[in-house]
């Protein structure tokens, strides 16, 4: 069964750090690319309306959000990835979703970040 399990988020004050972590198992194929993305406070799970936040190939290329640059790193090791984000701000708050791309997308249940003092 495919499964695409969050870990890592919680609560800091700006200026803190936090890293988040994604496996994903059961996914049939390859995986081509993992990614975070952000829905923002008052938005609806359902709504889907999320950011890309960070995303890796499965070839190791990597690509961050304009708001993100210079703050965060992402990594991978086979279907584990892991988001290192320092020098958080309020705005980084919201809940983190990891997005796997295979045959299909399979996505995370989501794991909070709030940032605030």
């Known amino acids: 069964q495919e499964q695409v399990a969050e870990s890592g988020g919680g609560s800091v004050h700006p200026g803190g750090s936090l890293t988040l972590s994604c496996t994903a198992s059961g996914i049939p194929g390859n995986v081509y690319a993992m990614g975070w993305f952000r829905q923002r406070p008052g938005e609806e799970r359902e709504s889907l309306k999320r950011?890309?936040?960070?995303?890796?190939?499965?070839?190791?290329i990597t690509y961050y959000g304009d708001s993100v640059k210079d703050r965060v790193t992402i990594s991978r090791d086979k279907n584990t990835m892991h988001l290192q984000m320092n020098n958080l701000t309020p705005a980084d708050t919201g809940v983190y979703f990891c997005?796997?791309?295979?045959?299909?997308?399979?996505w995370g249940q989501g794991t909070q970040v709030t940032v605030s003092s």
């Open positions: 950011d890309l936040v960070a995303s890796i190939t499965s070839g190791g």
């Open positions: 997005k796997v791309v295979a045959r299909s997308d399979y």
